[in-house]
């Protein structure tokens, strides 16, 4: 049911489609893997943006369970830090794969938050390689963001970075979603 006096707690997103490496906000989340190592998709594109140091400040750190978040500076990057977290593997949905996404997206903001950043972009952590339906991801992404809103007293401005324009449809229906509930 929806009540008209109800604050919209969508208003802490902005959407947008591009690179996330190119993107000027305080942090960027790397969708990285248990070793943060190099590897593909967005994990490689930012581990080669942000230069080889990435790679090294990241060492000491592994491994970073699944739902977990570390730290690192952003390095040849425009953000100023990076937040790694390691998002679940998709095993059909029965094996704790919601939560483990709701703690990925969590986590990186309460880093965020320790940090005093001010904005984070997030890429669709998950659906990549590790095979998580964007659809069912993005609602999970757009409720833990509304979530925190209404807990946290100061919230970063959180950017969805959508790698595609169907991406970003997800993003905006799991939007309009939580809005209308």
């Not at 069912?136 to 209404?150: N, P």
Request: proline content about 7%.
């Amino acid at each position: 049911m929806t009540h008209k006096n109800a604050p919209d707690k969508t208003h802490a997103i902005k959407i947008t489609v591009g690179d996330i490496t190119t993107l000027d906000v305080d942090a960027i989340v790397n969708a990285a893997n248990e070793a943060l190592l190099p590897g593909g998709g967005v994990c490689g594109a930012i581990h080669h943006a942000a230069g080889p140091e990435l790679a090294n400040a990241c060492r000491p750190l592994a491994p970073c369970p699944t739902g977990e978040g570390r730290i690192t500076p952003g390095f040849n990057l425009k953000a100023k830090y990076v937040i790694h977290t390691v998002g679940p593997v998709w095993h059909g949905g029965n094996h704790g794969e919601a939560d483990l996404l709701a703690s990925c997206y969590r986590n990186s903001i309460l880093l965020a938050v320790e940090n005093n950043l001010a904005s984070v972009a997030f890429p669709a952590i998950s659906t990549g390689i590790f095979g998580y339906p964007e659809d069912q991801a993005a609602k999970i992404a757009v409720s833990t963001i509304c979530e925190l809103t209404g807990e946290l007293a100061q919230m970063p401005q959180i950017y969805l970075c959508c790698f595609s324009p169907l991406a970003r449809q997800h993003i905006e229906a799991a939007c309009q979603h939580h809005a209308s509930t």
